[in-house]
């Protein structure tokens, strides 16, 4: 299981899916996977599947200082 946390707004230019992935986060302060897939899939228009974006975006906002992600060792 994986937890997004949101750290803070990156310096750095964001495409405007990972700003909105991002924004998700941040409104949350802390979110699993399983429920960030599901507002993800809600609120953002894509040919794309969530879980394909997140996967995309998820290294550039890890990589910018936005968010980390927590790996449970629990499963």
């Not at 495409?15 to 992935?21: G, P, S």
């Not at 794309?48 to 975006?57: A, E």
Request: charged letters at 25%; hydrophobic letters at 45%.
């Amino acid at each position: 299981m994986v937890t997004y946390r949101f750290i803070q707004n990156p310096d750095v230019q964001l495409a405007k899916q990972a700003r909105a992935i991002l924004a998700i986060i941040e409104e949350a302060g802390e979110i699993s996977k399983t429920e960030l897939l599901t507002l993800v899939g809600a609120r953002l228009k894509s040919r794309q599947r969530p879980q394909r974006l997140l996967s995309y975006y998820q290294g550039s906002l890890i990589k910018a200082g936005g968010i980390e992600a927590i790996k449970s060792m629990l499963r």
